[in-house]
């Protein structure tokens, strides 16, 4: 359980909107999984593609969203537009839903 006391409410208050605005850009599924993707490392659009089972154009409006929440930023190599994670934030929530949502496989049989 998390203790408002010991972080200071008025302190988790001052980051409250920044903190909603990264679950906002996360409870899109497409998006959270776009951002998985990216947890491995940079990646183009051609490359997310398949991974991802988006249209060229839809996949790219919620890369726009994501670089306007400052979430991914991008790195140009030719026409190549290459994307990561710009907050590390983003990998740290990842890990959490992760944990909660992917518990690890149990490797007995019964």
């Known amino acids: 359980m998390i203790d408002l006391q010991t972080i200071g409410l ?10 909603a605005a ?6 899109n599924e497409k998006r959270l999984m776009i951002l998985c993707q990216l947890g491995e490392g940079e990646m183009s659009v051609g490359q ?13 409006q919620h890369l726009a969203k ?15 537009i290459f994307y990561r994670i710009a ?17 690890p496989v149990s490797s007995e049989k019964a």
Request: charged share 20%.
């Open 87 to 103: 907050d590390p934030a983003v990998l740290k929530v990842i890990a959490v839903l992760a944990e909660i949502y992917c518990p």
């Open 48 to 60: 997310l593609l398949p991974q991802v089972g988006l249209s060229q154009s839809a996949l790219s």
């Open 22 to 27: 990264l679950l906002r850009a996360l409870s």
């Open 10 to 19: 008025e302190r988790f208050q001052a980051s409250a909107g920044e903190a």
């Open 66 to 80: 994501l670089r306007d929440e400052a979430l991914v930023s991008t790195r140009r190599d030719g026409t190549t």
